[in-house]
């Protein structure tokens, strides 16, 4: 996966069950043995994906909570069977162009003195501060005037934040979804870790070139991998640094 589509991905909301075998000698038909006692169509139940895992268990992503209680009572019900919930970390957005003097606690403060239709709609100001928790910030240096902050909030506040634009003090923002990247370091790709890497070849993430990392690169330059790759396609485009100069040419 390449640095865009892995940008452009949005978070789906699911609610995910792992459903394991209650004995041992089970662990390699998990998957045979909820398929043989759930069926999907007939309960009327919406099932995002499923996957087996290494450990022999299955995952299984419902689409709304509704699923997750009805597939849990009948695993669980079952002689061969167990679930388990997964709780999965809340979603997180951003809001751009923060006047960096607006710290943690002002911050939540304005948003809901200014933004009564989204605090309303969160169930009110209690609920929503509950619901609303700044995680971070990014950027915030002397000579930065404005930060990025982002916010772990629920499914439900996310939802009413995408809807509008937040009223600040003396700016207004739209609210995105903020997407941490998982980077390969073996590859250099998006979308998966070193460990799951299908690569034979370690590509260095210093020269670009194949054949050994980072610490045993004896190059003088510095080439982003991830600009190469997206200007395979533009010969007249340089995307090498030199290490004496500190000056990237263009990229």
């Known amino acids: 996966m390449n640095y865009a589509n892995a940008v452009a991905r949005k978070p789906e909301t699911t609610f995910a069950v792992k459903i394991s075998a209650k004995d041992t000698k089970y662990i390699g038909q998990v998957e045979q043995l909820l398929k043989t006692n759930v069926q999907p169509s007939k309960l009327k139940m919406s099932i995002a994906k499923i996957k087996k895992i290494k450990s022999g268990e299955v995952i299984v992503e419902c689409v709304n909570k509704q699923d997750v209680e009805k597939l849990k009572t009948i695993v669980d019900s079952s002689k061969d069977l167990k679930s388990k919930e997964i709780i999965k970390g809340n979603p997180r957005i951003i809001l751009q162009n923060i006047d960096k003097n607006l710290d943690k606690t002002n911050l939540i403060e304005i ?81 998966h870790k070193s460990d799951k890497c299908k ?53």
């Open 111 to 191: 948003i809901c003195k200014n933004n009564k239709e989204l605090v309303e709609s969160c169930g009110g100001i209690d609920n929503f501060q509950k619901q609303v928790k700044e995680k971070f910030r990014l950027g915030g240096r002397d000579k930065d005037k404005c930060v990025s902050v982002i916010l772990d909030v629920t499914s439900e506040a996310r939802k009413e934040f995408l809807k509008r634009r937040i009223v600040l003090e003396w700016e207004s923002v739209y609210a995105k979804d903020y997407i941490s990247l998982v980077q390969c370091f073996k590859c250099y790709r998006f979308g």
């Open 199 to 251: 690569e034979s070849t370690q590509v260095c993430g210093k020269c670009g070139n194949n054949g050994h990392d980072f610490k045993n690169c004896k190059s003088n330059y510095t080439k982003c991998i991830v600009c190469v790759r997206g200007n395979e396609n533009k010969k007249d485009v340089k995307l090498i640094m030199s290490l004496e100069t500190k000056n990237a040419l263009r990229c």
